[in-house]
């Protein structure tokens, strides 16, 4: 621990030092403040804030460069055991981005992402609009909603399998008792729909607690002028609610692409990838390779384009969004 | 018209609870009767489950164990987090929207990707099958995330309190922590939430990292529904128990939920 005042550079001093005379002010709330020059964007020019960043670079960087090195290095390197490593240049690469199983699980990865975006984006905000803004019934539902969201992923994945199971789960035993042929062990499609379905019942509500969020910062004057100028409920919508819900919507959907591009463990526990490979995402087909086969070469290799691909469309999509938003 | 807008979000709930309802009516029955017999609600109620997650170490362990790393991971992500969001939020520095953008990539990094090179990392330095080395581990989604949020939140205090208390004499530390932290508290839970949630919540990477002695709920879970066959009454009494503390904290934060998910940023 360093003790107090060790840091005293920090303190943006001197200008207001001179303006109160070189004396510490009387009481800590002053009625007038001085006036200043700041920055373009309010924040002060000061190198030793690196000091007070230093403890989180240290804690991500030990986390994230050792680990990504040592993927680096696999990914460029053939073995046979005992640790001996020969180097093989970019092959494991062209072998991964050649391959059509990779290609595959990517389809399914993006398909997958397609449609739990279109599905909880809409279905989030037209739950947000519906719900009460305040009050007890708000509280009620906020509370409720965001259970899903701290059940431990297994759990949700052993949930949706007793809840779907043909013979004794309850939405199995229903939709085969109204005559459906439902069994979503054997069933692909089965097995898509219930794996969609337990993405929707996990994460719309943090779609929707986000747009609540954007909604419940609306001040209540917008909707009376809204209902002086005699406007419609879609254009309510669409020229108040949807422009101030936009900035957290833009988490909204980064967060869920980005997440559902990484699930793994909720469609393990419920398919384990089956039946044959048609659950299998990008996730569950790299810990196959790398932690199953101890692939290490073309598992690292893998493991490298898939984070890039996270990044690359991460980086497009926030950069149009915001270049949009700019204009 | 507009008195039906309440059934929207009442399906909705209704729908979220009808899993929670069947994972509860299965952990009051016995495995027979799972087997045997389809019922909406348990003809012989028992605690038999219950009674046996609670007495058997390997079980209630394992509930410790993952309450000790989410624990650690959440006082130690909120700590390392708060001066550097106040870094960001106040100061410019040489490089610092490369790091920020830096760390926000952290966040983006599949834990699939990780899992090997942890395993290796965390044997290498000896802390392999420890609480601390989960809790550690967890900190490359949660620094990231924590800092957002908190720089979030500290950017709506205004600058006239820092700039007040500097004139008044406050040295950094002494405002930082006695004034400063209580002014954004809310933030702080709210982070503190956030951290709790994610890491109570990964599977992949506690799992990695632990064999015996440290073993998380979630793998004990996953180890029994494999071994042991269909014991599904134990399975879903031990589902139902993680949905305990994740409900608690949802108690404690409930006025800060809409802010907090909106991370500051509203």
Redesign the interface.
Known sequence: M???????E????PP??GQ?GGR??P????SE??P?R??A??????????W??A???A??A???I???M??VNYSVQETFGDNVFFFEGMKWFREVLGSSRFHQALQRQLLFTGIILLIEVPLGV??AL???RRGF?A?V???????????????VG???N??ALP????LG?TLNGMGFDYNYTRQPLAAWATMVGMDV?HW???V???A???L??IPEAYYQAARIDGASSWAVFRHIQLPKMK??LL?AVLLRF?DS??I??EPV?LTGGGPGNATTL??ID??KI??GQFD?GP?AAM??V??LI??LL?WIYYTVMTRDGGQ | MRRL?????AL??L??????Y??LN?SFKSTNE??GS?T?FPREFTLANYRKILTDPTWYGGYLNSLGYVLMNTV?SVA??L??A?????????G?KH?FFW?L??????????????F??YSAIGLFDTKVAVA??H??FN??LA?WILEGFMSSVP??L????????Y????FF?R?FVPTIASGIGVAAFFCF?FS?????LAK?LTSVNAKP??AT??RT?STSGYE?GL??AA?AL??V???L???FV??Y???G???G??
Do not use: H
Not at chain 1, 10 to 13: F, H, K, N
Not at chain 2, 86 to 94: E, H, K, P, V
Not at chain 2, 162 to 169: K, N, P, Q, S, Y
Not at chain 2, 200 to 204: F, G
């Open positions: 360093r003790e107090p005042g060790a840091l005293p920090l303190q943006p001093g207001e030092a109160a510490p002010a009481s800590a709330i002053r403040a001085p200043r700041a920055p964007d309010g924040r002060t020019p000061n190198a030793r804030a690196w007070l960043v403890p989180v670079v804690l991500v030990f986390n994230a050792v680990p990504l040592t993927v037209a739950i519906a719900m009460p019934w509280s539902c906020l509370v409720l909603m965001a259970m899903p969201l701290l059940i431990p992923w297994n759990v052993a949930m949706w007793l809840l013979d004794i789960g309850l035993r019942w719309t509500s943090l929707v607690l986000l609540y969020a954007g419940s910062a900035r957290v988490i980005m591009f990484m793994y463990t526990v990008l996730s790299l810990v790398a932690l290490l598992g493991s490298l898939y984070f996270i990044l991460s | 807008t309440w059934l929207v979000p909705y709930v729908f979220l609870l009808v899993p929670i069947w994972l299965m799972i087997l389809f909406l130690l390392t987090a001066p550097a106040y870094a960001f939020s106040r100061y410019r520095f040489l610092d790091l760390l990539t952290n966040r983006m990094a599949p834990p699939a990707v990780f899992a090997l090179p942890f290796q990392l550690l581990a900190t490359l620094v990231p800092v600058k006239e820092d700039e007040t208390a500097f004139v008044d004499g040295p950094f530390w002494r922590g004034i949630m109570w919540v990964e599977l992949l990695t709920i979630v879970m996953t529904a599904l399975l879903a589902g993680t949905i503390p994740g409900a904290v949802i108690y409930r006025n939920i809409a802010k998910f909106a991370l940023r509203v």
